[in-house]
């Protein structure tokens, strides 16, 4: 087995669709499925029962994950010490984060980082800022842009690369959701809330009413930021998101803030890794790139 027959394996162990593993991976789903049976093959075990409709690991299969992430984590530590010789910094980052976070903060880090290491290939995945450090912690990512969590995690590392404001918004545009807003006086049992389904905001907002002793009216609950923002710009309801999503959103001139005391505890941004993949001379380069733009 090789490395790129690993990285096929781990694609597919965490799609569990072909058709998406193979396009993450740059092949047909024919030379995927190919080299998933070379592997069972070798190693004389079936590693996804499958079928028409559905993928999922075997008891075996799911013990060659931790295999396959271990062999690949070690080759890359073994690479980096070779490139520590030539001067020039080879290999493959993988790094999650939201659309916004890499609008915000990782444009900046990459851009320095490229001058750098422009042999360094980087694998960018986006998606729900509530999947970041579960990624990250399951080895799917190298690093990933997370909200720091009030409870920190053992194996990872973290650095504070920027703050956001946690903010209740509105719609501006007149409607029923936009007459109750403008009156000032904010009756939450009344209000539509447009809510994250998990995640630290999700936590922060059930604390605040909790203090207020508050039942909210939640009409929906949303995966993604940027999607609470669409719908509060619809007028289907009020929403909590990072100042920072607002900021960066095309429907921003179509969003209003709310006032409300006491204010939410902001988010601390931070870019994070499992703290033994530091060792790595690809990780903790670019772990310090982003330390440099901070003391900057």
Same mark, same amino acid.
């Given at each position: 087995?090789?490395?790129? =027959? ?8 965490d ?10 991976c740059?092949?047909?789903p ?5 080299n998933?049976q070379?592997?069972? =093959? ?7 029962d499958r079928?028409?409709?559905t ?5 075996e299969g ?8 271990s062999?690949?984590?070690?080759? &890359?530590?073994?690479?980096?010490s070779l ?8 290999g493959?980052l993988s ?8 609008h915000?903060?990782?444009h900046?880090?990459?851009?320095? %980082? ?20 579960p ?11 997370a909200?720091?969590p ?7 590392a973290?650095?504070?690369?920027g ?5 209740f ?9 936009q007459?109750?807003v403008?009156?000032?006086? %904010?009756n939450?049992?009344e209000?539509?809330l447009?809510?994250?389904e =998990?995640g630290?905001?999700r936590?922060?907002? &059930?604390q605040?009413f909790?203090?207020k002793?508050?039942?909210?009216n939640?009409?929906?609950e949303?995966?993604g930021?940027e999607?609470?923002?669409?719908m ?6 009020v ?16 969003? =209003?803030?709310?006032?409300v005391?006491p ?7 931070v ?9 790595s001379?690809?990780?903790s ?5 982003a330390k440099e733009?901070?003391?900057k």
């Amino acid at each position: 087995m090789d490395n790129k =027959q690993l990285k096929m394996f781990l694609a597919l162990a965490d799609s569990l669709h072909f058709a998406q593993a193979s396009e993450q991976c740059h092949v047909s789903p024919s030379t995927l499925s190919r080299n998933i049976q070379a592997l069972e =093959q070798q190693l004389e075990v079936v590693l996804f029962d499958r079928d028409r409709r559905t993928v999922s690991l075997t008891r075996e299969g799911d013990l060659f994950v931790a295999y396959a992430k271990s062999s690949l984590a070690q080759w &890359d530590v073994f690479k980096g010490s070779l490139d520590t010789h030539s001067n020039e910094l080879r290999g493959e980052l993988s790094i999650y984060c939201s659309v916004t976070a890499s609008h915000s903060f990782l444009h900046q880090i990459l851009a320095r %980082y490229r001058q750098q290491f422009p042999r360094v290939e980087i694998k960018l995945r986006t998606g729900d800022i509530v999947q970041s450090l579960p990624r990250v912690h399951n080895e799917q990512e190298d690093m990933s842009i997370a909200a720091k969590p009030d409870q920190l995690p053992p194996n990872m590392a973290f650095q504070t690369i920027g703050v956001s404001p946690l903010v209740f918004i509105a719609p501006i545009e007149r409607c029923e959701v936009q007459a109750l807003v403008d009156s000032g006086q %904010y009756n939450w049992s009344e209000l539509p809330l447009i809510v994250p389904e =998990q995640g630290l905001a999700r936590k922060r907002l &059930d604390q605040w009413f909790r203090r207020k002793n508050v039942r909210p009216n939640i009409y929906s609950e949303v995966a993604g930021n940027e999607a609470i923002v669409s719908m509060v710009s619809l007028g289907f309801g009020v929403g909590l998101v990072p100042k920072i999503v607002l900021d960066n959103s095309p429907l921003k001139d179509s969003i =209003q803030i709310m006032e409300v005391s006491p204010a939410l505890k902001p988010f601390e941004v931070v870019i994070c890794c499992l703290k033994k993949k530091l060792k790595s001379p690809l990780i903790s380069s670019l772990w310090n790139a982003a330390k440099e733009g901070i003391d900057k």
